[in-house]
């Protein structure tokens, strides 16, 4: 491992995709390693042991090449399974819960905060949790909306479409007039930002993996771990199923300029 090994981020599947997003505006020469859990996507809808079990061969895929920090950019990993990763290995970890939760309660003028996220995120309470912390008067109101994943992995992410309008006002419904701002407790969920905004209108929405991007690189500069690169990162990806889906509907995420060619890897052998 040396300043100039990669970052490792992985994910259930596509929703990953928006923190490497950001991790690309603000440390565009990095390598990062991708790994997108394609073949088991969900994670959001299983016991804790078994996102737990993924959670750690995740990272030992990542850590077997040789990254020098990881990201979980998971909500679902986040709120159940840090422990896994930290248990593993020295290299700082980063999650997408912690300054989520900060950036909402600094971002709510009514201290009235929403969550959504898969339904293993809303049952950990992780997100109301760190808010109330801060405050205990702060109110939280939280609701799991499982089915935004499938409708991104499926590609229903163009702008108006109904089936995603249609979810998005059964899902927000319960929160309107009742939160000023909302956190988008899912990596998946960025994506359908207009949609959720739309069903929301006036709510601020907080990107998790805007945030947890954000910390990573604060921290990798602080313990001077940055590349001495001068030219543009590469970033490598790999799935647990077949390539040609994820390298299609990643182009959503990241932006038709972007060349996502992905390997595909055994990760029940890790
Ligand atoms: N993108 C993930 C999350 O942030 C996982 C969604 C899922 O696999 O259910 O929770």
Known sequence: MSNESAIGVFDSGLGGLSAVRELKKL??????IYFGDTGRVPYGSKSREIIRKYTAQDAKFLLSHGVKAILAACGTVSSN???CIEAITDIPVFGVVEDAAREAYEASRTKRVGVIGTQATVNSGIFKRKIEERDAHAEVLQSACPLFVPLVEY?????????????????????RGEVDTLILGCTHFPILEKAISAALP?????NPASAAAKAMAKTLKEQDLL???EKNGEIRYFVSDEPAHFAAEGK???????EISAKKIEIDKF
């Open 202 to 206: 006036g709510v601020t929405l907080i």
């Open 155 to 175: 590609g229903f992410t163009a702008e108006g479409d109904e089936i995603t309008r249609l979810a998005c006002e059964r899902y927000l419904a319960p929160f």
């Open 27 to 32: 440390l565009p020469n990095e390598n990062i």
């Open 81 to 83: 399974a840090m422990e």
């Open 227 to 229: 590349s001495a690169r």
């Open 252 to 258: 959503i995420f990241l932006g038709k300029d972007f």
